[in-house]
């Protein structure tokens, strides 16, 4: 009767330097640029910023990046937010990525369907766990928020099918589907003949949108026929899953290894991860903590507080740096690493979670083939006189390839500092 | 092709076309044109566009609820002398005037004489009624919408109306997504996902009971947990109060299909019989964890008891017990009888504020005997849900004609809310079984059929057919989407079945049985919430460091508004309650905010929240008795415009907006619909931290003539509410450097003397066919589905007219709603 071991790193050792298979590239085999991708990671209860910002040598997050060799591949920026109301506890926290506006569309979405056109999935929502509040980095058009993935298994599945009987099913769902909606559009006919010329163009509605969406489940029905690639030899999902708050750091882990094969087998370009606020004590190591994550972010700057918190968000930035060492040791179909190709960026609208503040975030970019220069400061004193989170995104958003000058209320850039 | 357009084209066919459309006639009389192109045009038309206002385009189609708007508000801007404005270059003489005006007035009325009520237009079930409805149809509550089915437009003022249920593409998704997700819980597919694995005790105890039995995680101190950790086995606590502290088994099983799964295991009694004398039973319960946050999803009571299996005393042995577990849900178990009843609290309440681990230890320290469990094996499915048997008495189920017609046709009759002609039934009927022969299997059949059904627009559009007065059934769909927004009952079914459902005495029994069932919680809710506000109240952000403000305030605010509204409903008092009354609600939590003498501070109301995980509910308040400590300002809070949610909703949770605050009580108590600021004038920017500037800025509406015909009537309303702050709370000064003293006093347009929310309540009781025309207005508003149409006013009018003299009760209201010829016209 023993703990069951949780090993995943093992599958990257072996993974070293694996090439990107052409065979799995899809639809981009015949471009020759390599495809533009997006990680937006957030952290529901913040970083413990003296150890967050690479302006100080000793920061205890950045070492992670440090011993994975991946020194030069980030820039740590402090000096943004929103500038929007500074208390609310952790209301606000999903705001991260849309902007001080609540309820909008947060940036992964925004570049999803353009990046994530030719993918199997245009993006992925993956959480460590269960989110309180219902308040996870993604939200789309309407600024709905959109459910994660919280269970390592549905997301291998996603990536890697899940066994024939399962395809059948959903090959008949949707080929069902595509004829109950001719059907439907049939007898439809009928309700046009019992209504007035006004409803009758209500009506179109009803056609046009059963129109586009038999083409959605025939777009689906293509990717099910497209044999799913084969998940790398080095890894395996626990025998058992446990997704309890208790196992945050080990379902992130596994989330972190899955993004990295869901990018190098280019199923997906776009993701969102959600680290979320932990109400229990976590497993760090084998070992059960003393206090739930929660309790520790409310440190009071207190010492005996302080080093579990940083020992827990450690553990993110290991999977952090695992997950980017792995994408820049593998080449992307133009020859350039699957890193320099696909922008990370970390951070949280929740500043400083002792005090529930929202100044001055924790931001982190990396990847992406930006003039990474470790941290830089913002700020009305500083070198660089932005004060916006949202100002990095534009720059993101150019850098990945949008036109576009705004996002949310910011109207400036961190073009100069960046690019 | 538009309506008027379509009328064009009959006007030929004979005199009774030409004398339905003579309100319709694309031209105004000369009398109109010849003042508008001297007076009106040189800055509202082709050149100049003033106000974003052009009148020469202005459609003349006065029995259209749209065009007589603009041009009821021309004729009250040259009524009133708003326009032309001062600096312009003519102005016209006062026989002018008249003329034009009196015009006006005889093609209103004109119009009036002609026209009908009636013209929903056809509209999609909302969220709320969709879901609602799925779970009334296949008697499943269990039911839930993905997370990714779009919201609903608010662009509407309420959200039965046309206006935001716009079927888009991504509406259509959702519905074929939910459709099949149902169809699968009704009908399930051949080969269903299997699962199967098996635990030992230290994957059982996840979660929290991982800290207690873990084995392996030494961390632990402390003498008691010393004790527990070298065991080799789980001890079920019999502690059953809160979930969480008894319950096994956690995060590791997600039910992969709706069906029976078999769960053995290795357990023993310590003892032959548990406190009631009875061998110890171990229950089965199943929850649904995404419902809840951790602790609260674990509550007993709202989990479901599908099994139970005693358990033998002796050596361990593999015990057998068959469990139905819904798809996406995943279940606990409890030993049932190691302790009697009474011996530990019931419920959360009882548990109050002390920390539920105490009795916990308590439980486990106990040295009565219970249950040991050293494993677990789970294996599925091994059959379909007891209910699947149920309804299809056997599985897989018979596909025939007749078995179709005596299963498949009064479900889609029920969800058409109709029956089906001679046609529809043949043609489900033969699309049904020609499925079921292509695909093989008879499940493969029932699967299309449900899903054919709920993607259908009979299903999804409601009252759709052309008439000028609702049959049977869509007065009873109309009717039961009003009071219980969902689907029809039985007893409507049968009434609307027999053709009496349309009989007035019928009709009124039917309301008041309907607002006598629990549904009817769905109007107060659904109807309250959108006319009240409490949607807007359940997202506002509300700066925390400057408001007393957490997530128990905001449950005290939306509910005291409810049960305020139900308290007018239930007991059918007279409506003039909505304006003023001598009673209220409110919670522990509002209490702390507002600072009641001897009051729980919100750290001890949001403590006890969080052991009992139940919030404070509002409790009511008689003004003329308040109890010591209470603020002298609560004694004032009577009627809707005391209820902080109300105040609440026009601020931005930082500060309050005496616009935003007039314009509420404009449109929600004076059924007034001041138009949007246009587009070219820039938005007043009011800082009430910095005090001396409100009213100074405020005046700038009434110096500029864009500005003052709306903000007369808005402006003073608003002032005479700012004693309240952004969530309601009394204030007698602003914050802020300035710190002034708050003037509530104004004058409305006609002279009335505003001095707080009292002299709008005064006003509003001295002219109460303000209220009760705009009360019955958005009730037909919400229960028609439509904004009301010049036919409609006219009904309007006459219920109002008729008000008894000591004034309408709810109720009665509601019923002269329904019976109005605009509840049932199409």
Redo the contacts between chains.
């Keep these: ?4 071991p949780i090993h995943r790193r093992r599958f990257l050792q072996g993974a070293v330097a694996l090439p990107l298979l052409p065979s799995l590239m899809g639809a981009t085999r015949s471009k020759s640029a390599a495809p533009k991708r997006l990680v937006c990671v957030s952290a529901q209860l913040g970083w413990y910023k003296p150890d967050f910002f690479a302006s100080d040598p000793n920061a205890r997050l950045i070492k992670p990046f440090d011993r994975a060799g991946l020194g030069d591949a980030f820039t740590t920026i402090s000096g943004l937010d929103h500038k929007g ?5 952790h ?2 926290v999903y705001t991260l990525f849309t902007g001080q506006v ?2 909008s569309i947060s940036l992964d979405q925004v570049v999803a369907p353009r990046l994530g056109a030719d993918t199997r999935y245009e993006s992925l929502q993956l959480s460590a766990g ?1 989110l ?1 509040n219902n308040a996870p980095v993604s939200h ?1 058009a ?1 600024g ?4 994660p993935i919280i ?1 390592p298994s549905s997301l291998f599945a996603k990536l890697f099918g899940s066994g024939e ?2 395809k ?2 959903q090959q ?2 949707l080929d ?2 595509r004829s ?2 001719d ?2 559009a049939a ?2 006919k ?2 046009g003949k ?6 009758r163009d ?2 179109d ?2 056609f ?3 129109r ?2 038999e083409d ?2 025939a777009r689906r029905r293509d990717w099910l026929d497209k044999p799913f690639p084969k998940p790398d030899s080095g890894f395996s999902l626990p025998p ?8 945050l750091l080990q379902n992130e882990d596994l989330m972190w290894d899955l993004m990295a094969l869901a990018i190098k087998n280019d199923s997906c370009r776009v993701f969102s991860l959600t680290i979320p606020l932990g ?3 976590l ?1 760090l190591g ?5 206090a739930s994550y929660h309790q520790f972010s409310h440190h009071g700057n207190r010492k005996d507080r302080i080093d579990p918190l940083v020992a827990i968000e450690t553990a993110h930035m290991t999977g952090a740096a695992r997950f980017m060492k792995a994408l820049k040791e593998t080449a992307d179909i133009d020859g350039s690493s699957l890193l320099d190709n696909t922008t990370v960026l970390i951070g949280s609208a929740m500043a400083d979670a002792s005090k529930h503040r929202r100044v001055d975030y924790p931001l982190m970019v990396a990847g992406g083939g930006y003039r990474h220069q470790r941290h830089i400061s913002c700020g009305p004193d500083e070198s660089h006189k932005n004060e916006m989170a949202c100002d990095l995104y534009v720059t993101v958003l150019q850098k990945l390839g949008f036109e576009r000058e705004s996002f949310s209320s910011s109207k400036s850039n961190l073009n100069a500092a960046l690019l | 092709m538009s309506v008027s357009s379509f009328w064009k084209f009959l006007l030929p066919l004979g005199s009774l076309a030409l004398a339905l459309s003579a309100g319709r006639s694309a031209e105004p009389p000369s009398d109109v044109v010849d003042f508008t192109e001297q007076y009106c045009v040189s800055c509202h038309g082709p050149d100049k566009q003033k106000g974003d206002f052009r009148i020469d385009q202005l459609a003349w189609d006065l029995g259209a609820i749209d065009s007589r708007e603009n041009w009821e508000l021309v004729h009250d801007y040259i009524l009133e002398g708003d326009m032309p404005p001062e600096e312009a270059k003519k102005h016209p003489k006062r026989g002018d005037r008249q003329t034009f005006l009196s015009a006006l007035e005889e093609a209103f009325a004109q119009a009036d004489r002609e026209a009908k009520p009636g013209g929903t237009p056809l509209r999609r079930l909302n969220r709320v009624e969709y879901l609602n409805t799925v779970r009334d149809l296949f008697e499943l509550p269990e039911i839930k919408l993905p997370l990714s089915f779009p919201e609903d437009a608010t662009s509407a003022e309420f959200d039965t109306m046309p206006e935001g249920l716009y079927l888009s593409p991504a509406v259509m998704e959702a519905y074929h997504e939910t459709a099949t997700n149902i169809a699968n819980l009704v009908a399930p597919l051949p080969r269903q996902p299997t699962y199967q694995a098996s635990y030992g005790v230290t994957e059982i105890g996840g979660d929290v009971i991982r800290r207690w039995f873990g084995p392996k995680l030494k961390k632990l101190e402390g003498r008691f947990w010393d004790r527990y950790e070298k065991r080799d086995y789980l001890m079920f606590t019999g502690f059953n109060n809160s979930g969480w502290t008894g319950a096994l088994w956690d995060t590791l099983f997600l039910a992969p299909a709706s069906g029976v799964y078999r769960v053995r295991l290795l357990a023993n009694a310590q003892a032959d019989a548990g406190a009631d004398g009875k061998p110890l039973r171990l229950g089965f319960y199943t929850f649904d964890p995404s419902n809840n946050s951790l602790p609260k999803r674990y509550r007993r009571e709202w989990a479901k008891r599908v099994a139970e299996v005693e358990v033998p005393a002796g050596e361990p042995t593999w015990i057998d017990c068959l469990v139905p577990v819904e798809a996406g849900r995943t279940f606990h178990i409890y030993c049932e009888n190691r302790f009697s009843d009474g011996k530990f609290p019931a419920d959360n309440v009882a548990v109050g504020k002390n920390d539920i681990n105490v009795w916990v230890r308590k439980a486990m320290a106990d040295p009565a005997p219970t249950v040991e469990l050293r494993g677990m094996e789970v294996e599925g499915l091994v059959d379909v849900a007891p209910r699947v048997r149920e309804f299809f008495e056997s599985w897989p189920p018979k596909l025939s004609q007749s078995e179709l017609e005596s299963k498949l046709i009064p479900l889609a009759s029920r969800a058409f809310r109709r029956p089906l002609s001679d046609s529809e039934k043949g043609n489900l009927i033969d699309a049904v079984l020609e499925h079921g022969e292509e695909a093989g299997s008879p499940e493969f059949a029932w699967h299309y059929a449900i899903r054919r059904i709920l993607c259908s627009t009979e299903f999804l559009y409601r009252e759709a057919d052309e008439t000028d007065i609702l049959d049977d059934f869509a007065l009873a769909s109309r009717l039961s989407y009003f009071l219980w927004s969902s689907m029809p009952d039985e007893e409507l079914f049968e009434l609307a079945e027999s053709g009496s459902l349309s009989d007035p005495d019928v009709l009124e029994l039917q309301i008041q049985r309907m607002l006598n069932n629990p549904k009817s919680q769905r109007f107060v809710k659904h109807f309250a919430g959108q006319w009240l506000g409490n949607r807007a109240v359940a997202n506002i952000n509300v700066c925390d460091i400057r408001y007393q403000w957490d997530e128990n305030v905001r449950y005290g605010f939306m509910r005291s508004t409810e049960r305020f509204f139900e308290e007018v409903l239930r007991e059918n008092l007279p409506i003039a309650t909505f304006i003023d009354s001598d009673f209220t609600y409110a919670n522990t939590a509002m209490l702390a905010a507002w600072g009641v003498e001897g009051a729980a501070t919100l750290a001890d109301v949001a403590a006890l929240q969080r052991h009992s995980q139940i919030w404070a509910e509002p409790e009511r308040f008689s003004l003329d008795k308040l109890p010591a400590g209470m603020p002298v300002h609560v004694r004032d809070r009577g009627g809707v415009l005391g209820l902080p949610g109300v105040l609440t909703e026009t601020g931005d949770g930082v500060e309050s907006s005496p616009i935003l605050r007039g314009v509420w009580v404009l449109e929600k108590l004076f059924g007034e619909h001041p138009p949007p600021p246009p587009k070219d004038v820039p938005a007043l920017d009011i800082d009430t931290s910095q005090a001396t500037s409100v009213r100074e800025t405020l005046k700038a509406h009434t110096e500029l003539e864009t500005c003052a015909k709306c903000h007369r009537d808005i402006d003073p309303l608003g002032l005479a509410l700012e004693n309240y702050d952004a969530i309601g709370g009394w204030r007698t000064e602003y914050v802020g450097a300035s710190g002034s003293i708050i003037d509530a006093t104004s004058t409305m347009p006609d002279g009335t003397q505003l001095d707080g929310a009292a002299s709008i309540k005064k006003h509003l009781l001295e002219n109460r066919e303000i209220f009760t025309r705009n009360l019955l207005t958005k009730l037909l508003e919400y229960g028609a589905g439509r904004k009301l149409s010049v036919g409609d006013r006219r009904v309007v009018d006459e219920i109002v007219a008729n008000e008894p003299s000591e004034g309408y009760r709810f109720q009665d209201l509601i019923i002269a709603a329904i019976n109005s010829d605009v509840f049932r016209a199409k």
């Design positions: 009767m023993k703990a069951h109301p500074t208390g609310n506890g209301a606000l609540p309820r269960e309180r789309n309407s709905i928020p959109l459910p269970r009987a399962d059948q099913r008949y769902i069902s589907g109950i909606l059907d439907v007898d439809a009928s309700l019992r209504v007035d010329q006004e409803d209500k009506l509605e009803y046009t949108s059963v586009q969406v959605r489940l058992e899953e446990n997704v309890a708050e208790t196992m109400g229990a004590a497993v084998d070992q059960l903590m003393s």
